[in-house]
């Protein structure tokens, strides 16, 4: 990357010369649309909260204003000079990716990839809302650790990658394995909200229809593997809105019991503080060892290396 106001910029947030806030990045999935807006709602350290424009970030700005969480939607080639002119300690930018990449794991992993490298030219740290997705992020951390901030993935209790969207709202691994345990060996499909307000769009992403309309192939579908139960996740959330209602509905549809489960989101609610913790932490650090240092632009984004 050429020399340019956005690394100097950058540099200035990171050792502490002119503005010292801290930029967060989270970069989800929109099936985490609902995780992400609790995060925001319960954090009250969070000054200031920014939406990077693209075509799938209305339903996340909708439930923003839902529970009366003020934002920006600001284009990506924007945020330069929207972070250069702010007086905020701590900022989150969030990125939401649409839920069709889950219909070929290859490109999903390559617009995580290429959008994390992006917007870690603006950001102390990127957390991503996401699983492993069929293992295509599972190196992820690693794999972009030469990066100029830290990214990290959602992880259970014992440090593992949560294995999808379900997995981190029911308390990881071992949770939904004693879940599965507890249907009596019955197939059952467990229902986020946002997994029942897009079922069609899954259900094609996953291989069970060839088109979204076709409910009959879905049936045959359902039938023929045995599902018996479709679970509802018990959620309080005050933005998320008729729930059980099209969990009944689609149990209706497909012949299927509806079961009820607590939710868990406590791993979402740990990886988010701890990962914020740390990263506003070491940001500070790095402020306070650079206070007494010769100030010198870098001329390229190799040299915008900070200690983590």
Not at 211 to 236: P, Q, S, W
């Given at each position: 990357m050429m020399y340019s106001a956005?690394?100097?910029?950058?540099?200035?947030?990171?050792?502490?010369?002119?503005?010292k806030m801290t930029v967060?990045?989270?970069t989800g999935c929109q099936m985490f649309e609902d995780e992400i807006v609790e995060i925001i709602y319960s954090d009250p350290k969070i000054d200031d909260v920014i939406i990077i424009e693209n075509s799938d970030c209305n339903g996340i700005a909708k439930k923003l204003n839902d529970v009366g969480i003020s934002y920006q939607i600001i284009p990506f080639e924007k945020m330069p000079l929207i972070l250069k002119d702010t007086d905020r300690?701590?900022?989150?930018?969030?990125?939401?990716?649409?839920?069709?990449?889950?219909?070929?794991?290859?490109?999903?992993?390559?617009?995580?990839?290429?959008?994390?490298?992006?917007?870690?030219?603006y950001s102390n740290g990127i957390l991503l809302f996401y699983g492993l997705c069929g293992n295509v992020l599972k190196q992820i951390e690693n794999d972009l650790n030469s990066l100029s901030c830290p990214v990290s993935i959602l992880k259970d209790n014992d440090g593992k990658t949560?294995?999808?969207?379900?997995g981190a709202v029911v308390g990881g691994r071992k949770s939904f394995l004693k879940m599965v345990s507890s249907f009596n060996r019955k197939n059952t499909l467990v229902m986020t909200p946002m997994w029942i307000n897009n079922w069609k769009k899954m259900f094609k992403y996953s291989g069970f229809i060839e088109?979204?309309?076709?409910?009959?192939?879905?049936?045959?579908?359902?039938?023929?593997?045995?599902?018996?139960?479709?679970?509802?996740?018990?959620?309080?959330?005050?933005h998320i809105k008729n729930y059980k209602d099209k969990v009944e509905e689609f149990a209706d549809l497909f012949g299927l019991n509806v079961l009820e489960i607590e939710g868990n989101r406590k791993?979402?609610?740990?990886?988010?503080?701890?990962?914020?913790?740390?990263?506003?932490?070491?940001?500070?650090?790095?402020?306070?060892?650079?206070?007494?240092?010769?100030?010198?632009?870098?001329q390229s984004r190799t040299e915008l290396q900070y200690s983590q």
């Open positions: 956005l690394t100097t910029l950058i540099y200035e947030i990171r050792t502490g010369e002119g503005n967060i990045n989270i300690n701590y900022i989150v930018t969030i990125n939401i990716l649409s839920i069709s990449l889950h219909g070929d794991p290859a490109s999903l992993r390559d617009h995580v990839y290429s959008n994390v490298k992006d917007i870690s030219q949560v294995d999808d969207c379900i088109h979204i309309d076709d409910i009959e192939t879905a049936k045959f579908v359902l039938d023929t593997m045995g599902y018996e139960n479709v679970v509802k996740i018990n959620n309080r959330s005050p791993i979402i609610h740990d990886s988010y503080k701890n990962f914020r913790d740390t990263v506003m932490t070491n940001n500070c650090v790095t402020s306070i060892n650079a206070s007494n240092t010769t100030r010198v632009y870098p």
